[in-house]
């Protein structure tokens, strides 16, 4: 085995996770090669940034490349999230949330943004590999091996730790068996990018491009839309929804571009303000995403992002929680590198799943409505609006959070004072539900 096919720390995917991992090690002092299985750049979703993640870009040295470079690359500053449902609007702004910590954020062409970390993570010293795939892993005490297939051939890297940040490849949950169904219902999302020419109608004059916009469908409220907005004017758009909303009576399966088309112009408010947009990329689906494993760790390795466990994109918690996961990883790798005692379980696992389980509720209740009712019933002068944008800016980590520390008990409760209220009976608001 050649010298430069031992590492400190192999990681498995160069995105957003790996890239940032990889920094936060090197800023150790340990060496990393990442094994890429693309070539960069290349198409990926989960565009719209939450302003949580600025605070570990920050700390893997990225956060000023992203600055000086998000005009450059169509980046669009994001200060909040506007929401849309049969008519009515609401809105929230990430600056007046409950936790500390950055309120604004930017939404990316995923392509040209996880380049950029990529680079940086080269510039500071990482080592990537980009065309080469794993194949097959194994661990033992002294670490771990890796057999890869590159462009020269089959060869191995040995590390004295792995991390996975394979995204939806999930290629040690493969490899391992570690697999297993989320509680979460699979659905489908279709997708594109349009130029979509909204400064040129009376609607589209008045749209905030510094917020996503999520929209309810007008009559099956499981269905919902984004609609992402670049600083170039283009803009990227899709639905989600269980399969068979995409099907014919017949079961089979429309035309891609047919469906989106379809649920666009079947909802008054997107059809106006997309009115002269022009399709400019083919449209795509992804199905089956939601996905979780029978453990985040093992022996010398850990699973970051997306390789470990995904949710739904209706929150934008994707990045979020890779980053996340990166940030406690390396942590955790650093510490055990350098010979002291590590609990993986309870540094690692614990406080990710927090997290994750804060999104997690939060994506229930929108499906099952609720959260949907306490979105649109909120008012700006309410004291738990700012706890609600709190998360929905990516700070589902932030315990003194009521929302956070007992999301689901009191997403319910909210629910229903949100549903009395409606119903006109008279309950008495308290902020602490």
Same mark, same amino acid.
Request: glycine share 8%.
């Given at each position: 085995m050649s010298k430069q096919d031992v590492f400190d720390v192999s990681i498995i995917g160069a995105g957003p996770s790996g890239a940032i991992a990889a920094s936060l090690l090197m800023q150790k002092g340990w060496s990393v090669c990442l094994i890429e299985r693309e070539h960069f750049p290349r198409f990926s979703i989960g565009e719209s940034l939450l302003p949580h993640c600025m605070e570990m870009l920050e700390q893997a040295n990225m956060l000023e490349a992203l600055l000086s470079n998000a005009e450059k690359l169509g980046f669009q500053? /994001?200060?909040? +999230?506007?929401?849309? @449902?049969?008519?009515k609007d609401c809105h929230f702004d990430f600056v007046k949330k409950f936790t500390e910590g950055p309120g604004t954020t930017y939404q990316v062409k995923r392509a040209e943004f996880d380049k950029l970390l990529a680079d940086e993570a080269q510039k500071q010293g990482a080592e990537i590999r980009y065309g080469h795939t794993v194949t097959d892993f194994s661990s033992d005490e002294s670490g771990t091996l890796l057999s890869v297939d590159g462009p020269q051939g089959n060869y191995q890297v040995k590390a004295k730790f792995t991390l996975d940040a394979s995204g939806f490849g999930r290629v040690l949950p493969r490899l391992l068996n570690l697999e297993k169904d989320s509680v979460l219902t699979n659905r489908k999302a279709v997708f594109t990018h349009f130029k979509d020419n909204m400064s040129e109608t009376s609607a589209g004059k008045d749209f905030d491009r510094n917020k996503i916009l999520i929209t309810v469908h007008p009559t099956k409220a499981d269905v919902w839309y984004w609609l992402i907005p670049f600083s170039d004017g283009t803009a990227s758009i899709g639905v989600v929804g269980e399969q068979h909303y995409f099907c014919n009576e017949d079961g089979s399966e429309l035309a891609l571009e047919d469906v989106l088309n379809k649920y666009i112009h079947e909802d008054a408010n997107l059809s106006t303000l997309?009115? /002269?947009?022009?399709?400019?990329?083919?449209? @795509?689906?992804?199905?089956?995403?939601? +996905?979780?494993? !029978?453990?985040?760790? %093992?022996?010398?390795? +850990?699973?970051? %992002?997306?390789?470990?466990?995904?949710?739904?994109?209706?929150?934008?918690?994707?990045?979020?929680?890779?980053?996340?996961?990166?940030?406690?990883?390396?942590d955790v790798v650093d510490k055990q590198l350098a010979g002291q005692a590590v609990d993986w379980q309870e540094n690692f696992t614990v406080p990710l799943t927090k997290g994750i389980e804060t999104f997690k509720h939060f994506v229930m209740a929108w499906y099952e409505t609720s959260l949907?009712?306490?979105?649109?019933?909120?008012?700006?002068?309410?004291?738990? /609006?700012?706890?609600?944008?709190?998360?929905? +800016? %990516?700070?589902?980590?932030?315990?003194?959070?009521?929302?956070? /520390?007992? !999301?689901? @008990? @009191?997403?319910?409760?909210?629910a229903d004072i949100c549903q009395a209220e409606k119903d006109g009976v008279t309950t008495e608001h308290e902020t602490q539900t």
């Open positions: 500053y /994001k200060n909040g +999230a506007a929401f849309h @449902r049969a008519g997309l009115a /002269k947009a022009e399709m400019i990329a083919p449209v @795509r689906t992804i199905g089956g995403y939601s +996905a979780d494993v !029978t453990s985040l760790h %093992g022996q010398n390795f +850990a699973l970051l %992002g997306n390789a470990g466990e995904f949710l739904d994109p209706v929150f934008s918690s994707g990045v979020t929680i890779a980053m996340h996961s990166a940030m406690l990883a390396a949907q009712e306490v979105i649109f019933f909120s008012d700006e002068d309410t004291q738990v /609006k700012p706890m609600i944008c709190s998360i929905l +800016a %990516g700070y589902a980590w932030d315990e003194n959070n009521p929302y956070v /520390k007992n !999301t689901k @008990r @009191r997403l319910n409760v909210l």
